[in-house]
């Protein structure tokens, strides 16, 4: 059953974090706690959150990403981890089969962002992606796995002063919301920007 908005421009995000070991419990999971800390600074329109912590395979990523926005009814799903060229970093795989259509320029940003700190970046097969169904659309977006490395992502790069260096993916993200007939969000400023040409402010 879909989630209940508690506010009209509500936003229903689903939060995945792909890790084996994390799942097992070998380790404590700090995928979610960061993505959720993340939006609880960056967003001032309120959300709600739904969390999900698997194992790098590829029939429970596709399963859990459907379940999230076909029956959760999400606008925006996260995920993290499982990216890389390992022969078990399959969520671009899972993310790519249930979408219906990509969108390549946040992969593009998010290594351009990511080789600013490490040249392993080109290694990084993070994607983003529409899952669209008769009544409903949402945007899903593949992140890093470390806490740093999506804020980074999502925020961008700043200079010193404070001036945007490098446009943090996140900005983007609420217009392309708005564009597929989700809520409207508003982010805070000082943590990233978000980007509505002025026909499509509130």
């Known amino acids: 059953m879909n989630a209940e908005r508690a506010f009209a421009n509500q936003l229903i995000v689903g939060l995945v974090s792909v890790s084996d070991r994390a799942a097992q419990g070998v380790y404590v999971d700090q995928g979610l706690p960061g993505l959720e800390q993340w939006l609880a600074r960056a967003l001032r329109t309120p959300f709600q959150s739904h969390r999900r912590l698997i194992a790098d395979d590829r029939p429970t990523i596709e399963q859990t990403l459907i379940e999230l926005v076909d029956v959760i009814g999400c606008d925006l799903v996260l995920t993290t981890g499982g990216t890389g060229p390992a022969r078990r970093d399959v969520t671009p795989e899972a993310t790519l089969a249930v979408a219906t259509r990509v969108m390549p320029g946040f992969g593009e940003q998010m290594r351009r962002i990511s080789l600013e700190f490490v040249a392993t970046a080109i290694l990084s097969r993070q994607v983003g992606v529409l899952r669209e169904t008769?009544?409903?659309?949402?945007?899903?977006?593949?992140?890093?796995?470390?806490?740093?490395?999506?804020?980074?992502?999502?925020?961008?790069?700043?200079?010193?002063?404070?001036?945007?260096?490098?446009?943090?993916?996140?900005?983007?993200?609420?217009?392309?919301?708005?564009?597929?007939?989700?809520?409207?969000?508003?982010?805070?400023?000082?943590?990233?920007?978000?980007?509505?040409?002025?026909?499509a402010l509130r």
């Open 134 to 199: 008769e009544n409903h659309a949402a945007l899903i977006l593949n992140l890093p796995g470390q806490p740093k490395a999506i804020a980074e992502t999502l925020e961008g790069l700043k200079t010193l002063a404070g001036e945007v260096k490098v446009h943090g993916i996140f900005s983007a993200v609420p217009y392309c919301i708005d564009l597929i007939n989700g809520p409207y969000v508003e982010t805070h400023d000082a943590v990233v920007k978000a980007f509505r040409p002025k026909s």
